[in-house]
């Protein structure tokens, strides 16, 4: 893993140069010099989009009620799947400049910067919240090694999910796809009337990946995806190949303006009707509601083709940086973040379930008390795309890989490029 964080840490030092201080206008400062922020904690995160931000606000502002002298600063960096908010991030932690606490993803994303021996443990935090037994071992599983504990799930998102415009399928007789072969059913029939099946945003790599990886999921199954990740299965596997097909398939089926477009532009194209479909996870449905659109009236959602039974966990957590200044005022906030009550502030704006177990359900709609049940039923699985299946400097020759793809169109390259890639993973 100290082989991930220096790749990580290699391949985008100069593109976070480039970005430092370009974040988004929500940030009043994305470089984040400690020494200008007048002693206020700094909360980096990559949420600036409707919903994600919303959820933000709804935290910051339930600790600023708790705590009125403790100054919080929102150091968000706009980019799905934090595509320039992580490189900031590596940045800052390689300079000793970290920000009070950060959001990064369980699992490989989180562990690259535990092993490179930049997290406290927050054992201790726990214990004293009592927090032992009220977050699922699986999350707990992401968030640990070696028995001490370094991230504090605030949420979990499903990312094997399809989004459909409620009166566009209604209007044309049109049922949700559960199928490969159902999709590209209501796909031809949407193309023929002259509506956009599809929409794609792929200006960052989020909206081109999570179609690959949910592909993956639906084709392989719950045990083989897994095992594409750890090196267990080799990407020559005909399961690859096929899933390769689906998705160039399924390019054949979207807006032409995808490489300008964001995933939230994307979702909002199915928003406004012009375009019926959308594969992305579930902050998109913080994104929808946040434009006051109803679940189950105005959008629909329903897994990926063929992963029923299937979950694909992302999951933002947060961890307390070596060095950090204002020690006891980060713990108060991750002890905010950790709380019932934040985790009910946050995730029903956010889209996303609360990674606690006891929190309460009646605060959430028929969508997320419908994921709540299914986090508990379903296989579990990563995301490559959201950090938790393997290293950074694997998920970036994988999202080259598929930027490549998109436009070339060719399966044999597209493997060998993945095969390549799969090199580091064993
Ligand atoms: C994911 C993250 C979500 C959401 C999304 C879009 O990686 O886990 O919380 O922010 O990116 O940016």
Request: overall charge neutral; aromatic content about 10%; charged content about 25%.
């Amino acid at each position: 893993m100290k082989k991930g964080l220096s790749l990580l840490l290699g391949s985008i030092v100069i593109l976070a140069l480039i970005l430092t201080g370009c974040g988004n206008s929500d940030s009043k400062s994305s470089s984040g010099s400690s020494s200008s922020n007048n002693g206020k904690l700094e909360i980096f995160s990559w949420w600036t989009a409707g919903g994600e931000a919303d959820g933000l606000k709804a935290l910051n502002s339930a600790f600023n009620k708790k705590y009125p002298n403790i100054g919080v600063k929102n150091e968000a960096v706009a980019g799905g799947a934090g595509s320039n908010a992580k490189a900031v991030l590596a940045t800052r932690m390689q300079g000793n400049n970290p920000p009070s606490t950060f959001q990064v993803h369980g699992g490989a994303e989180l562990m690259a910067y535990v092993d490179a021996g930049k997290m406290q443990p927050l054992n201790d935090l726990y214990k004293k919240n009592g927090w032992d037994g009220k977050f699922p071992k699986d999350l707990m599983d992401l968030v640990s090694k070696d028995g001490k504990i370094y991230g504090i799930p605030v949420d979990v998102h499903r990312g094997n999910v399809l989004w459909y415009n409620k009166k566009i399928f209604d209007d044309n007789n049109l049922q949700p796809p559960k199928t490969f072969d159902d999709f590209f059913k209501v796909a031809d029939k949407l193309k023929a009337k002259g509506i956009t099946p599809l929409a794609m945003g792929d200006k960052e790599p989020l909206g081109a990946t999570t179609i690959f990886e949910d592909v993956l999921l639906g084709v392989l199954g719950p045990d083989k995806y897994k095992q594409l990740w750890t090196g267990d299965l080799s990407f020559d596997d005909p399961g690859v190949k096929k899933s390769a097909e689906i998705f160039k398939k399924m390019l054949g089926y979207i807006n032409d303006d995808h490489s300008s477009l964001a995933w939230q532009d994307a979702d909002e194209l199915v928003a406004n009707g012009k375009a019926a479909m959308n594969i992305m996870g579930d902050w998109a449905k913080g994104y929808f509601t946040s434009k006051n659109m109803t679940y189950g009236k105005d959008f629909g959602a329903v897994n990926t083709p063929n992963t029923d039974g299937s979950f694909m966990i992302v999951t933002d957590t947060f961890g307390k940086p070596k060095g950090v200044k204002n020690s006891k005022q980060v713990d108060k906030y991750l002890t905010e973040l950790g709380s019932v009550e934040g985790q009910d502030a946050f995730n029903p704006k956010k889209g996303s379930i609360p990674a606690r177990t006891d929190a309460d359900a009646s605060k959430y709609d028929e969508y997320s008390k419908n994921a709540m049940n299914d986090f508990k039923d379903n296989a579990l699985v990563p995301s490559l795309e959201n950090g938790s299946a393997a290293p950074q400097g694997f998920l970036t020759k994988v999202d080259t890989a598929v930027n490549v793809f998109v436009t070339q169109k060719n399966v044999g390259n597209f493997i060998n490029s993945l095969k390549q890639a799969s090199s580091s993973l064993k």
